[in-house]
């Protein structure tokens, strides 16, 4: 069974305290593994897509990394605007259905 | 530039009533998505149209509907709202091209009382 589990559920940090949040999933081959941002009474908003194992993206403070049987956003010096609930989600190579995670919800204190 | 835009923002239902939730984009997106947030539960597929004329079901289809009206618009419907369609439902259209991530709409926050 197609799977994902983001943790930790929630993470709180000192601005410019670094950290990563992980991804693991479970899917019956790999299409593409991606990461959204979320805000508060907002939609997702799109952040990286990563395809094979070893990939790495970067955006910012931000850089997500890919194995083969998980995921990790790394989150260089926040500041209090990254604060939101970040998504991960996973595409199998077979159909057209996304599984997402049920998130990781992250506070950077000033 | 508006991208994905979702009507009503807010609503609130009685059980047994219908209503019907708009989507449109205007990135000239081929698949759009109906997708509903639960806390707890993470993001899941209800309907999705690959292409203008198709529909298909997704992970939790029942107890809606849905009409690809155009290609640009994608519409979903409750036809008689129960208490466990309370939900925060969100529109999202996907290009085919590389990093093609969703672009997802602000959502309706639905509550059916």
């Known amino acids: 069974e197609d799977q994902v589990t983001q943790s930790p559920e929630a993470l709180r940090l000192q601005e410019g305290e670094s950290s990563s949040l992980n991804c693991s999933y479970t899917?019956?081959?790999?299409?593409?593994l991606f990461w959204y941002r979320q805000d508060p009474g907002k939609g997702p908003e799109f952040l990286f897509t990563l395809y094979s194992a070893g990939e790495e993206k970067e955006k910012e403070r931000l850089k997500a990394t890919l194995t083969k049987k998980e995921s990790f956003l790394h989150i260089t010096a926040p500041k209090p605007e990254d604060s939101a609930t970040y998504l991960c989600a996973v595409q199998p190579i077979t159909g057209n259905q996304f599984y997402f995670g049920t998130g990781t919800s992250l506070t950077v204190i000033p | 530039n508006a991208g994905v835009t979702q009507t009503p923002k807010f609503q609130v239902l009685k059980t047994g009533q219908s209503m019907t939730l708009q989507c449109a984009q205007d990135m000239n997106h081929n698949s759009m998505y109906w997708y509903r947030q639960d806390p707890g539960m993470g993001l899941r597929l209800i309907y999705y149209?690959?292409?203008?004329?198709?529909?298909d079901k997704g992970e939790v289809p029942n107890g809606y509907n849905v009409s690809r009206l155009n290609k640009r618009e994608f519409s979903l419907r409750l036809e008689s709202a129960a208490p466990s369609q309370t939900s925060v439902y969100f529109c999202?259209?996907?290009?085919?091209?590389?990093?093609?991530?969703?672009?997802f709409g602000s959502g309706t926050r639905l509550t059916v009382v």
């Open positions: 899917v019956s081959g790999l299409r593409g």
């Open positions: 149209s690959a292409s203008e004329g198709t529909t």
């Open positions: 999202a259209s996907r290009t085919t091209g590389p990093d093609y991530g969703y672009t």
